[in-house]
């Protein structure tokens, strides 16, 4: 496996395989590594001929300066991972190797389709466009003929799917199912950051959203988002930022629970967590 860190060196490598027509996979990741992105990478392993992992914590998707700052960075033991699941490349660029300081500002503009109007993208103004800015650089630069990403990050995903289909990017998306602990904690970067306590009470999230699964056949989309908030903010340590059941699709609120995701943003202590649940 080899460390790349300039974009020069990696077009090298990326134009060598297209020659002799190997097929590429990328996944693409801020590093602290977890079993949830070597589940992307096996499956990038196993598809394709070769894999590519960037490692980058991307500034332009922080909209709050601590959180960029405590972000968890440690990329020996994030290439040591890579090296043990069969990864050929690991990028690991400089931001300043990413983007002109001009770019650093965030200026990236992009018709999300009202994708960015709900959820994240209302508590977190322009992260997505700091996502985008960096995924569609990273697709340019690699030419992956697929590109991995986990569905606990569903807004991203529905938002790089439309990506790719507004910039007619030639890359298969490949969405990936959500890992969890055995205690139904979605695996996380940030539950390096929760006390074992904390991580304790974060277990209850995953189970009040599996228990509001039960609850679909006798009750309407308001009441299960209602009965989930209460549930998770009777707990003593969570509280809900949202929750919102929309369509898988739109991400617009569901009507019924026919390809309906219930999206949930819970702050366990000072760590802002994720999760969701198909219905
Ligand atoms: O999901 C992430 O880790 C990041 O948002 C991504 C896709 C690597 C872009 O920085």
Same mark, same amino acid.
């Given at each position: 496996m080899e460390i790349i860190k300039s974009k020069e060196a990696l077009r090298q490598k990326v134009e060598a395989c297209k020659q002799v027509k190997k097929t590429i996979g990328l996944v693409p990741t801020m590093g602290a590594l977890h079993e949830g992105h070597a589940s992307l990478v096996r499956r990038s392993v196993a598809d394709n001929d070769v894999t590519f992992v960037s490692v980058f914590v991307n500034? !332009?998707? +922080?909209?709050n300066k601590e959180d960029l700052e405590k972000y968890p960075r440690d990329l020996d033991r994030d290439a040591k991972l890579l090296e043990s699941l069969g990864v050929d490349y690991v990028f690991a660029p400089s931001a300043e190797t990413m983007y002109t300081p001009e770019e650093m500002q965030s200026t990236f503009n992009f018709d999300f389709g009202g994708l960015d109007q709900v959820m994240e993208g209302i508590y977190r103004p322009g992260h997505f466009n700091g996502v985008v800015q960096i995924v569609s650089k990273l697709f340019r630069l690699v030419e992956p003929d697929r590109g991995y990403f986990g569905e606990k990050d569903y807004q991203q995903l529905a938002i790089i799917h439309r990506m790719v289909e507004v910039m007619s990017i030639p890359v298969q998306i490949v969405d990936c199912e959500i890992v969890r602990e055995p205690s139904g904690l979605a695996l996380s &970067?940030?539950?390096?950051? %929760?006390s074992a306590a904390e991580k304790q009470t974060a277990v209850n999230i995953s189970h009040i959203l599996f228990e509001s699964r039960q609850l679909r056949e006798s009750q309407t989309v308001g009441q299960v988002e209602s009965w989930v908030i209460e549930q998770v903010n009777r707990i003593d340590g969570l509280r809900v930022e949202y929750f919102e059941i929309v $369509?898988? !699709? !739109? %991400?617009?609120?569901?009507? $019924? +629970? &026919?390809h309906a995701i219930g999206c949930i943003t819970v702050y366990c202590g000072p760590v802002r967590l994720i999760d969701n649940i198909k219905y």
């Open positions: 500034p !332009t998707q +922080f909209n &970067s940030r539950n390096e950051r %929760l $369509d898988q !699709t !739109t %991400l617009q609120p569901a009507v $019924d +629970f &026919s």
